[in-house]
């Protein structure tokens, strides 16, 4: 499975858009990117999943370029519950077929 | 609630002793998975189900540690001889693969181990 890159951690302030980038050079034609989210003590959360362009939810935005070697989780007007880790998982086929390999994901700290 | 359940949600144990873990995934789903997480990190696979045949197993799940999931629905995860080592949030997940499932995988709570 591709390996991925975060940044470890982030602060934002409420109400403001947080863009997540992750690289993954090693990516491979049937592999999906997926996003996960983790409050404390809870067990992680899909957000959202994509192949390539643009995809949007009700929660998130993940944008991925052509060559598909990053991606890019957007958050728009952020709350102060939105504090939590966010992985970022690249696996072949939706959603990971056999297991997903996390990595240490990146701590999202939003400030009042 | 229709979600993944996980029982016990803590266990404070003593080093030597053996822990059994429950899960009872979503009723539907065919496919259970177990990941393991210690602080700061991320989680790791140990081993996943597809209905009641382990399909995989991670080197991480040492001749301590058994999976079950006999009937295809629930699932224990018992470690053997516990070590303080074995200290972490051990996560359950569910997801159904085929049939027009989304294959999107669903934690539990998690059961926190403590071992002293």
């Known amino acids: 499975l591709a390996k991925t890159t975060q940044p470890i951690s982030m602060d934002s302030y409420e109400g403001q858009e947080v863009n997540i980038t992750c690289s993954h050079n090693n990516i491979a034609t049937n592999d999906y990117i997926t996003w996960y989210q983790q409050f404390p003590s809870q067990g992680p959360r899909f957000i959202i999943q994509g192949y390539k362009t643009k995809v949007t939810n009700e929660v998130a935005s993940l944008f991925i370029p052509a060559d598909r070697k990053s991606s890019t989780l957007s958050l728009p007007r952020v709350s102060l519950s939105d504090t939590a880790v966010y992985y970022c998982?690249?696996?072949?086929?939706?959603?990971?077929?056999?297991?997903?390999?996390f990595g240490a994901g990146t701590r999202l700290a939003v400030h009042p | 609630d229709t979600g993944v359940s996980q029982d016990p949600r803590h266990k404070i144990t003593k080093r030597g002793q053996n822990v059994t873990f429950r899960c009872d995934p979503i009723?539907?789903?065919?496919?259970l998975y177990w990941y393991r997480q210690t602080l700061g990190q991320g989680p790791e696979f140990l081993t996943y189900f597809q209905n009641e045949a382990q399909l995989e197993k991670s080197r991480l799940l040492s001749d301590r540690f058994s999976a079950e999931r006999p009937k295809g629905s629930f699932s224990t995860l018992e470690i053997q001889r516990t070590e303080q080592g074995d200290s972490a949030m051990y996560l359950c997940a569910s997801s159904l693969v085929g049939a027009g499932g989304s294959n999107e995988q669903f934690f539990g709570p998690g059961t926190r181990l403590t071992v002293l």
């Open positions: 009723s539907e789903h065919n496919r």
């Open positions: 998982l690249v696996g072949e086929g939706s959603g990971g077929y056999n297991k997903l390999i």
